[in-house]
């Protein structure tokens, strides 16, 4: 069973910065799309970034530029960079996998950040 546990949520003044990371197990990881997802209160879950497992990467356009995602194969670990956060980017981020030759995608129990003076 496919297993993602997120980690490095928190708080931070705007124009700060954090890294998420997002610990994969139960999937082969080199043949496994990963991403992470955001989902601020009422409003509908939203990509910020995702990288296949040709190290293709795609941002979302509220975030390019400032946010960068990152893999680890030897942890089984996706990372999510994230520079010059804005009170906007507050939100639950949640980590999605998505592998190869299964139709069925999984998700992360969510980590909070909250961007706030």
């Known amino acids: 069973q496919v297993q993602l546990v997120e980690s490095g949520g928190g708080l931070v003044q705007p124009g700060g910065s954090l890294r998420l990371s997002c610990a994969a197990s139960?999937?082969?990881?080199?043949?496994?799309?990963m991403g992470w997802f955001r989902q601020a209160p009422g409003k509908q879950r939203e990509l910020v970034a995702s990288?296949?497992?040709?190290?293709?990467?795609n941002y979302g356009d509220r975030v390019r530029g400032r946010v960068s995602i990152s893999r680890d194969k030897s942890a089984n670990t996706v990372y999510l960079q994230m520079n010059g956060l804005k009170p906007e980017d507050t939100a639950v981020y949640y980590c999605?996998?998505?592998?190869?030759?299964?139709?069925?995608?999984?998700w992360g129990q969510g980590i909070q950040v909250t961007v706030s003076a």
């Open positions: 999605n996998a998505a592998p190869r030759g299964s139709l069925q995608t999984y």
């Open positions: 990288s296949t497992i040709s190290d293709r990467k």
């Open positions: 139960g999937t082969n990881f080199e043949a496994t799309d």
